[in-house]
């Protein structure tokens, strides 16, 4: 595309009033290397006039527009002009808003941010999306518990082909074992037949709906929308192409052997799975001695919220108990069915549940921390528990003792093992070599052939719960195309279960849908630009097959990077890692942002300090000071990247040898609890930054010329100090001795 | 864990007092809403959460001496803003009735005032015992001429009738609350303290209706209560100077037709303070039906009877001012059948909190609990 | 998958921006009815999400982008829906749009703001402060256009934002319009109010002043709330340095709520962090009947629970007195595992109030059965109706999420039939 320029200056919002427009066209036309003519200003650019006046450019062949006005976080609908490149320059909210009116300040950060949108446009080229040939929109669905059953079932009414796999003979998993389900709707006081039956039948009549049970997943192969999936049964295998995946392989229930302490292998103790079962036959008795339970003890939290065991809360066990109680109480109207809890929870309207079974006479609950099982006569046996609402130490004679135990994802035990191949990979391949010999290797649920492992990721502390990590955005997840729902993700109820499985058949349409356009998906679903990365000079360092968070790159046999595109979440981390430099997007570049780096006027007595902030969060908090009319250190100019992780260190040196005196990284939090939605952008960002400073002190440069600062959206009132800070602490070390050539 | 209580839960316990008027019990959910509002437990041990939760687990030994549930005047706080709707002021006054059955003696009277079904044997045996008495002394009839109830019912008759009766029902009374001050020492561990002193104390609480006054939600139980209660003590006396006036001087009865004698217009004015209260007592169950529940059978029961002996005793002497003797007669002798079973019935009905309130008032003050 | 039709989205809170903009980027189109002013609901104006301490306006600024960046979805604020009829795949639905004042000409430049001269009750920051008539709710709100409250403003008499707004955006005259749609599906996510405390009055809801709720809790400890984010107590602004938190302030009471309101345990626990992180030496106490905090959430009341500066004592409150003087507050509790009631005076109390399905109060038309405590019964709504969030049960913004997402899927099922 021929490039036809059209520069425009808003004199609205204070901007007119902040900064000499003369000067700035000048400065911009002869930096920028554009006509003077073609740069033009409006009272008010939003207006219908002003906008007026771009579309008349637009119709006269202007392709290439450089606006500036306002930040590009509003007046979205009004300034956009498809098929046109759009560069907005913030001079509202960083020149007009932040800085002292018509000073030289003012003006020479005008100047700055115009003249890098205006190189932007330059270095910039209009995107056109890459579409992968003979994309499948198939979902693949494994696990056939409740989760997966929903998930198929609304996948499929939705029109879209889906595959089912089940490891067993039988769909329904734990659903089809229960003999009654709690109540799910108003009164919520019944117990309910289980529905799963009628959901089976569903998924096994429906036209768009291909089962495979007693099946596991060999191998999954390829990236979204062409993913080969190998399908092992009874030793046999096929292969079936999907787009998508969603994967509720759901729980097991926690290994009651590690109980001992509550009694378990004791023969009249049992768990919650157990007296399912037995309810299910019919009959509440002992197994001792086959007599009929009249005396029944629930221990709840048996295993969970035990730092020993699961440190967490299984969520549905009290409702499960309250619900078996009823089982005793139905069998027999002398029986009693004792419940000796932590805490009760059953949440939201469940406890309308809780209230009714609580009325119930032979239902008796009492707070309690059990501290054993010790054995009564007559095969009976007692509960003891301490800090109990009856008394401080107590023991209650029962004749069968239920514990409610909790749940293990079954993401869990392959986590496990593949940490502990990490750890021992660690220690050399001795070490390793060892573990894989010794450690016996766990059922794998997705059997991934990706570079970065067969399994989805699990985050820090989460027990291997496949949890996303964030509360707005539940579906989010580290491999593109790939969804868990229900319990492999959070303990939950199966109701909750299938609607957590419907809104992951959700993310899984949406993905297939994208590639077919060659769009992103979450966070970025609109981008269509995409890495395009200059092979040539591709060194096979791998940094970008390691660094990349979503597993994008994959190496051929000669060890060569090459991009699995669908599984690309553009985030531009692979740009950033690239010792070469090798990788671009369309509107996203190392030679772009260095460009405009290096444009930057620097001052001989000035200091200048660069400060790359991440458009997600940063960038927004810097506008909300702006909004607040917080002034704005005038020596920073801020420059948005797509996250931190695709800042490249080349820009470091790029400032630094202009006489740049320092760069700030303005990025989210990481950690734990890391808030950034490409997983570890500023952590990334961070390291290299800790690489750079040997690379400083070799030019004699001070490391602390550069810093990194975690920053959430919502510290925009802090963020101008932490920026005037960072400003002092350069200004301390002094000027950049490089200033001077 | 040697030390350790073992808790033997008692399922027909549980309906036991469900079936007593606290069939709220199980919705309690141990929040303790209800130790918080009330306005007369102690901060220590309080009460009536850890009484509904034993209820519950139907532990029906912790009762045995436990003075909290007869500290409890069923002002109905509790209930009003328990979340549960579990009434703990119900579930009290069930276990209450529960605790007496326990102490009082012949079960069989016991099982008169608690089972709804026998209740035609609350006044059929006084009436059948009266009328046969009445019938053997000559006078069960209606007389010609002036009404006049020593006709019908001599003075002598009357004592050698009433007398005891009232003092039966007072010495199962005391009996029962022997036993339980007994229990209550044992349960609690306590066994000495300054006993003059906590009666005189007691006493001077009963008489100021203090803990009445205490209540938020059903404030307007003291002023009823107050003229049930001075009421009777009205009525006492002046049933006592009337002995004294007869029996004693040799008088004539200060009650006779025509004679408005100080003893007289003061014993009227303690009918007429049962009569108010008791009217009132009704109204306010009814007026706080919706939150607090009418009250159970139990409560009924006593609340007919006074009702039915005030407003019989004052119609009775209606009637014979205006000389109706067909009907005053009558009237008459419900009166007396009435009285005759709220003497027979004291310490097994509702009446018999007189015992066990009083001596668990004392006790509190007894053992120090009461001190804040 | 013929002609694409329309869904209809009607509450802009996190519920509904998550159903709309799911939906939309599965490819249908999406129409969105917010009754505000403004999209974010109540998590905009949450301080931090439990458990992980982020900012919500994070998820709200992406979610906003995504809107942006979407030429599908279209938004009415300050709408209402007024008519519901027809059947799945064809519905007829009409809104009332009540005037904005402000046209889209609006900078946001603030000058309208400055000027106008009518203060009243910030209903944002539950009133805990005022705003003036011209106004945004907060400075990173969406759409990021001013709006003049019809109630308050005083109207031509006045007019003095008309004169100081340069960019004619401003109009007066601004009248009720309606529109009609016709759309395939229609979402419920109308949301949740907290419970009026005023309700509980041996809680001295509404009466004391330094009894707050938890939701103008998260009001005072946000930066864009009435104090900046520092943490005062109402009364006399002082920093308050210990304050106690009242679990089921409405909920599970069946006087009140009977229900649990899910949330208020987390919220509770996660406050307690706010003001031990802005007073180190403050201390915290919570009151709870049972402490609700499922799946990994345990380990976020671990994480507090070993705080020495926060007590957790099992045990309802129930009585509340001000001490008129100090403006300190007395509550009454039984620690119910010591058998032992105790009084206690704080400089501050916070009452974790319950959530209320904002369908108790302001019914959705069109014929939608509701549960006596006003949630909408999933299994009684036509073919084509799906009520999200906590218009079914009180869930957390995590739950809503998952049934925003998942009732996406639904709609494009009714639009695609």
Redesign the interface.
């Known amino acids: 595309m021929e490039k036809k320029y059209g520069v425009y200056l808003c004199k609205g919002c204070g901007i007119g009033e902040a900064v000499d427009l003369e000067k700035l066209k000048t400065r911009a036309a002869l930096k920028g290397k554009v006509p003077a003519d073609i740069i033009k200003e409006h009272q008010v650019l939003c207006s219908p006039e002003g906008l007026e006046l771009i579309k008349n450019d637009i119709k006269e062949g202007t392709n290439t527009l450089i606006i500036g006005a306002c930040s590009p976080r509003v007046k979205t609908d009004e300034f956009d002009f498809p098929g046109a490149i759009t560069e907005r320059v913030n001079l509202r909210e960083f020149v007009a808003w932040t800085a002292e009116p018509m000073s030289d300040d003012a003006q020479s950060i005008a100047n700055d941010y115009m003249v890098m949108g205006i190189i932007k446009a330059q270095k910039g080229d209009l995107p056109e999306p890459s579409i992968l040939p003979d994309l499948s929109t198939a979902l693949l669905v494994v696990g056939g518990g409740a989760a997966g059953l929903s998930a198929a079932l609304e996948a499929a009414n939705a029109g879209y082909q889906v595959v089912l796999v089940e490891k067993e003979a039988e769909l329904g998993g734990w659903g089809a074992k229960l003999y009654k389900e709690t109540p799910r709707s108003h009164p919520f006081e019944k117990l309910e037949e289980p529905k799963i039956f009628d959901k089976i039948k569903e998924v096994e009549a429906h036209q768009n709906i291909k089962v495979f049970k007693s099946s596991v997943i060999e191998k999954t192969d390829g990236q979204p929308g062409l993913l080969d999936v190998t399908i092992g049964k009874n030793g046999s295998s096929e292969t079936v192409k999907v787009g998508a995946v969603i994967m509720a392989t759901g729980w097991k229930p926690y290994d009651a052997s590690k109980l001992e302490h509550l009694g378990y292998g004791k023969p009249n103790v049992i768990t919650n799975v157990q007296m399912e079962e037995m309810a299910k036959k019919g009959k509440i008795t002992r197994p001792s001695d086959g007599k009929e339970a009249k005396?029944v003890a629930f221990i709840q939290c048996a295993g969970s919220r035990d730092a020993n065991h699961l440190p967490y809360c299984s969520s549905f066990c009290c409702a499960t108990s309250l619900k078996q109680a009823k089982y005793v109480r139905e069998k027999s109207d002398?029986a009693?069915a004792?419940i000796f809890y932590k805490d009760?929870r059953t949440p939201g309207q469940t406890e309308l549940f809780?209230?009714s079974m609580?009325?119930?006479?032979?239902?008796?609950?009492?707070?309690a921390e059990v501290?054993?099982i010790?054995d009564a006569p007559n095969g009976n046996l007692?509960v003891?528990a301490d800090n109990t609402?009856?008394?401080e130490?107590?023991?209650?004679?029962a004749d069968l003792v239920v514990l409610a135990t909790g749940i293990v994802p079954s993401t869990r035990a392959p986590q496990e093992y593949l940490d502990g191949l990490t750890e021992a990979g660690k220690k050399g391949d001795e070490a390793k070599k060892v573990y894989l010999e010794s450690t016996p290797k766990p059922e794998f649920i997705l059997n991934l052939a990706y570079k970065q492992g067969p399994e989805i990721p699990t985050l820090e502390n989460a027990y291997g719960f496949a949890d996303s990590g964030f509360i707005c955005f539940q579906y989010e997840t580290r491999r593109t195309g790939i969804y868990a729902a229900g319990c492999v993700k959070q303990p939950m109820t199966m109701a909750d279960a299938a609607e957590d499985a419907a809104g992951a058949a959700l993310k899984a349409i949406q993905c297939v849908e994208h590639v077919a356009k060659g769009i992103a998906v979450h966070p970025r679903a609109w981008d269509i630009t995409f890495p395009d990365p200059l092979m040539i000079k591709c060194t096979s360092c791998k940094r970008c097959t390691e660094e990349c968070p979503f597993s994008a790159i994959e190496e051929d046999e000669k060890g060569t990077p090459f991009y699995k595109l669908n599984r690309c979440r553009r985030c531009g981390t692979c740009m950033g890692a690239c010792p070469e430099r090798i990788v671009s997007f369309k509107d996203f570049s190392v030679d772009m942002v260095g460009t405009m780096i290096k444009s930057i006027e620097v001052d001989e007595d000035e200091f200048r300090i660069i400060v790359l902030a991440c458009e997600n969060d940063a960038y927004p908090a810097l506008d909300s000071a702006a909004i607040k009319r917080i002034k704005l250190n005038p020596k920073v100019r801020i420059i948005p990247v797509r996250c931190l992780g695709s800042m490249n260190l080349v820009w470091v040196s790029d400032g630094f040898s202009r006489g740049i005196d320092g760069m700030m990284l303005l990025g989210c939090k990481y950690g734990e609890n890391y808030q950034c939605h490409f997983i570890k952008g500023s952590e990334l960002a961070n390291y290299r930054f800790s690489k750079v400073k040997e690379t400083l002190d070799k030019l004699q440069l001070e490391s602390d010329r550069c810093q990194l600062v975690q920053v959430a959206i919502n510290e925009y009132d802090k963020l101008p100090e932490m920026i005037n800070d960072f400003v002092e602490r350069v200004e301390e070390i002094g000027p950049n001795p490089f200033k001077e050539f | 864990?040697a030390?350790?209580?073992?808790?033997?839960?008692d399922?027909d316990f549980?309906?036991g007092v469900?079936a007593a008027g606290g069939e709220s019990l199980?919705?309690c959910?141990?929040?303790?809403?209800c130790?918080?509002?009330c306005n007369v437990?102690?901060?220590?041990?309080?009460f009536p959460?850890?009484e509904m939760?034993?209820a519950?687990?139907?532990?029906k030994e912790k009762f045995q001496g436990n003075p909290d549930v007869w500290l409890c005047h069923q002002c109905n706080d509790c209930t009003a803003?328990c979340?549960?709707?579990a009434k703990p002021g119900e579930v009290l006054g069930a276990i209450r009735k529960q605790t007496i059955k326990q102490y009082s003696a012949p079960g069989a009277l016991v099982d008169i005032v608690n089972k709804k079904a026998l209740m035609p044997l609350i006044f059929i045996i006084p009436a059948v015992l009266l009328a046969v008495l009445l019938s053997a002394a000559g006078t069960f009839k209606i007389h010609e001429g002036d009404v006049i109830f020593s006709k019908f019912a001599s003075t002598h008759f009357l004592q050698f009738v009433f007398t005891p009766v009232l003092l039966f029902g007072i010495a199962v009374g005391v009996m029962g609350m022997r036993k339980f001050w007994a229990d209550m020492k044992q349960t609690n561990k306590v066994y000495s303290g300054d006993l003059m002193a906590s009666v005189t104390a007691t006493l001077k609480d009963i008489a100021g209706h203090k803990k009445f006054k205490e209540c938020d939600v059903s404030a307007d139980r003291f002023t009823s209560h107050f003229l049930v209660f001075y009421g009777f003590v009205a009525a006492a006396i002046a049933t006592a100077i009337g002995v004294l006036y007869i029996d004693i001087l040799g008088l004539e009865s200060p009650f006779r037709i025509g004679y408005g004698t100080p003893v007289k217009i003061f014993g009227n004015i303690g009918a007429i303070g049962i009569i108010v209260g008791v009217i009132l007592m009704m109204s306010n169950r009814f007026k706080n039906a919706e939150k607090l529940g009418v009250g159970s059978y139990f409560d009924w029961l006593l609340l007919s009877i006074i009702a039915i002996v005030g407003i019989s005793g004052f119609l009775a002497q209606l009637l014979r001012m205006v000389s109706v003797a067909p009907i005053a007669y009558p009237v008459y002798f419900i009166h007396l059948v009435f009285v005759f079973s709220l003497f027979l019935y004291l310490p097994f009905s509702k009446l018999a909190h007189m015992f066990y309130r009083g001596a668990a008032i004392c006790f509190n003050k007894y053992s120090g609990r009461e001190v804040k | 998958m013929a002609d694409k039709k329309k869904v209809l989205v009607i509450g802009g809170g996190f519920s509904g921006l998550t159903a709309a903009v799911e939906t939309a980027e599965a490819g249908s189109d999406v129409v969105i009815v917010e009754k505000t002013a403004f999209l974010g609901g109540r998590v905009a104006q949450l301080n931090k999400y439990f458990p992980k301490l982020c900012p919500p306006n994070c998820g709200l600024e992406i979610n906003f982008k995504r809107i942006k960046n979407n030429a599908d979805i279209t938004i009415y604020t300050l709408a209402e829906v007024e008519s519901i009829s027809g059947q799945e795949g064809n519905f007829n639905v009409t809104v009332k749009l009540h005037p904005r004042f402000v046209n889209d000409k609006c900078t946001a430049c603030n000058a309208c703001n400055e000027v106008c001269p009518v203060e009243m009750p910030n209903e944002f920051n539950y009133g805990l402060d005022k705003t003036k008539a011209a106004y945004i709710n907060h400075n990173q709100t969406f759409p990021f256009t001013y709006v003049i409250d019809g109630k308050h403003c005083k109207g031509k008499a006045c007019a003095k934002c008309v004169e100081v707004c340069k960019y004619d955006a401003i109009d007066l005259d601004m009248k009720p319009e309606t529109v009609s749609l016709n759309v395939a599906a229609i979402v419920l996510a109308t949301g949740w109010e907290s419970y009026d405390i005023s309700k509980l009055d041996?809680l001295g809801g509404g009466r004391i002043k330094n009894v707050i709720t938890n939701m103008q809790m998260e009001r005072l400890a946000s930066q864009n709330g009435p104090t900046g984010g520092k943490i005062l107590r109402p009364s006399d602004g002082k920093e308050p340095k210990n304050i106690a938190f009242v679990q089921?302030a409405g909920s599970?009471?069946?006087?009140?709520l009977p229900y649990c309101s899910y949330i208020c345990c987390m919220a509770s626990l996660k406050q307690a962090t706010y003001l031990r992180e802005q007073y180190p030496d403050s201390k915290v106490s919570i009151f709870y009947?049972d402490m609700r905090t499922p799946g990994r959430y345990e380990q976020f009341y671990w994480k507090v629970k070993d705080d020495p500066g926060v007590t957790l004592t099992k045990?309802?409150?129930?009585?509340i007195t001000e001490d008129t003087k100090t403006g300190d507050v007395e509550l009454?509790?039984?620690d119910?595992l010591a058998?032992?009631?105790?009084?206690e005076k704080y400089d501050m109390v916070v009452l974790a109030a319950g959530m209320v399905p904002s369908t108790k109060d302001s019914k959705i038309p069109g014929e939608i059965s509701y549960t006596h405590e006003g949630f909408v019964v999933p299994a009684f709504l036509k073919k084509g109706m799906f009520a999200v969030g906590s218009l079914k049960s009180p869930v957390d913004v995590a739950r809503s999420v998952q049934d925003a997402t998942g009732v996406a899927i639904k709609t494009i099922q009714s639009s695609r039939r």
């Open positions: 005396k002398d009693i004792m009760i809780y209230k609580q009325n119930d006479p032979g239902v008796l609950l009492t707070k501290t054993g010790s007692y003891e609402l009856l008394g130490k107590i023991k209650v004679e | 864990m030390d350790a209580t073992v808790v033997k839960p399922l549980v309906k469900i199980k919705k959910y141990q929040c303790a809403t130790t918080v509002v437990t102690p901060d220590k041990n309080p959460r850890k939760l034993w519950q687990w139907g532990l803003y979340p549960r709707g | 041996n089921c599970r009471d069946e006087n009140h009947i045990g309802k409150v129930a009585k009454v509790v039984e119910v058998n032992n009631r105790i009084t």
